[in-house]
């Protein structure tokens, strides 16, 4: 294999083997050099994308690269570089080639099996082709452990080197990306890359997930994106574009969806149709497995669309998760203008979109010693002392889609302005309310 693989992945592969265990956020391994330097040049020039099954027909070194992913030889190297046994090489590429990234992709998990064998998918080989590409220029593959909350998401990011390679484990929760490119004017906007998955057979040793549709995690709207922020052409094709792409995986997904249950209602009409004087315990579960799941779904699409109409045609006020609401209180008692409560605050509210938390925020006055507050949210009922000063109070606290909470918060002590010889203000203050915050 020598004349194929680099000398520093033949000699180093106890160190690789570490660095795979020990990589954040995934198991992963950056190999570089990958390949021998005289057959990385020899890919580069026999490229052409996208091409997969027939990779061996670009040429040459194509040939004799092909000729050792496939050898006992190179399987066993990865086996002992990852730790998984019996790998299975694919000779179709199936999913991956020969390839060009020409604009960034978003996050998204590898599909867990093989498109038409009993194989799942255990790791992915990808390898960088393009002598002349600048780290500079962008177009990193960056794998993500939760792109979908970026305030806790961390982010390895490997530049598209020449014959540099990147490997790692395919799971349920390795989110793999591609960053925006920008090459220089003038110059092809593609980076060339050689993606190679490698199988295991299907083994009850070790929980899969089922098949399903490879999930994206689309790209956030621009952080420049603001209230009185400057509009301009480029950023508002951007933003229409990341509308659009989410709509094209809504569609994608609801497809996917029709076929899945057209065959889960096939399957229970013949085990219906099968039953001749008595339902067989097969059939009456299944049939109720599938109504249940129908019923789910109907029940979540007339939710959003209520969402959606009430959105649309401007109804009454109704907020979605993480959305301050103390501005729509509504039935209020025992709040003034200047938003000083008194000993007892009752008011209202609506959500459009399922709660789990409520934030409370405000301030204890320095006068008193110390705050005790009862807070009841329909039939919760929870307590908690504060000291003078700012506090924010973090209540675990469920409510259906446009629920109708009713609260109150009954406050311990106060103190009133005037009998402390401050102002001529004669009300009893008890605490300040800052926001009310829906999750």
């Known amino acids: 294999m020598r004349s194929v693989l680099a000398a520093e992945l033949l000699d180093g592969v106890d160190g ?8 954040e956020p995934f198991k992963h391994v950056v190999v570089e050099p990958l390949l021998a330097p005289e057959l990385a040049r020899g890919l580069a020039a026999e490229f052409r994308a996208p091409a997969s099954g027939e990779l061996r027909a670009l040429g040459p070194a194509f040939q004799s690269l092909d000729d050792t992913l496939r050898s006992p030889e190179f399987l066993q190297l990865l086996t002992r570089l ?3 046994p019996r790998l299975v090489y694919d000779p179709n590429y199936d999913g991956g080639g020969a390839l060009e990234h020409r604009a960034a992709e978003a996050p998204r998990v590898e599909l867990p099996y093989h498109s038409n064998r009993k194989w799942y998918r255990c790791l992915n080989l990808i390898v960088f082709l393009d002598p002349e590409w600048q780290a500079e220029w962008g ?4 794998l993500h452990a939760e792109p979908e909350r970026p305030e806790r998401d961390r982010v390895a990011r490997v530049a598209p080197a020449f014959n540099r390679a990147l490997l790692f484990e395919v799971g349920e929760r390795s989110w793999r990306g591609v960053e ?14 050689l993606s190679i998955y490698f199988y295991a057979q299907e083994s009850a040793s070790r929980r899969r997930a089922p098949e399903h549709a490879a999930p994206y995690v689309e790209r956030p709207l621009p952080l420049t994106f603001t209230a009185g922020g400057r509009s301009n052409g480029e950023e508002l094709a951007t933003i229409k574009g990341l509308i659009a792409r989410r709509r094209q995986q809504l569609q994608r ?11 889960a209602q096939h399957r229970v009409e013949e085990l219906l149709d099968s039953s001749r004087t008595r339902y067989p315990a097969a059939a009456v579960d299944a049939t109720r497995w599938l109504v249940a799941r129908l019923d789910e779904h109907l029940q979540f699409v007339y939710e959003r669309e209520l969402v959606l109409t009430a959105a649309l045609l401007g109804d009454e006020p109704a907020f979605t998760s993480g959305v301050s609401v103390v501005r729509a209180l509504r039935d209020l008692d025992g709040l ?7 000993s007892q605050l009752r008011f209202r509210f609506s959500v459009a979109m399922p709660v789990t938390e409520v934030r409370l925020r405000g301030r204890i006055p320095a006068q008193l010693e110390e705050q005790e507050l009862r807070l009841t949210l ?22 259906p889609i446009r629920a109708e909470v009713v609260g109150q918060v009954v406050a311990s002590r106060s103190w009133s302005p005037k009998r402390a010889g401050v102002s001529d203000d004669v009300r009893e203050l008890a605490w300040w309310l800052e926001d009310l915050i829906v999750e």
């Open 16 to 23: 690789l083997a570490r660095s795979f265990r020990a990589a």
């Open 378 to 399: 329909d039939h919760l009922l929870v307590d908690k002392r504060f000291p003078p000063g700012d506090f924010e109070w973090v209540i675990p606290f469920s409510a």
């Open 82 to 84: 990852t730790g998984i």
């Open 180 to 193: 925006a490119l920008a090459p220089p004017p003038g110059r092809d906007a593609a980076s060339r890359v």
């Open 139 to 142: 177009g990193a593959v960056a």
């Open 253 to 263: 997904i609801v497809r996917r969806e029709e076929r899945i249950l057209d065959e």
């Open 336 to 342: 003034y203008d200047d938003w000083w409560a008194g």
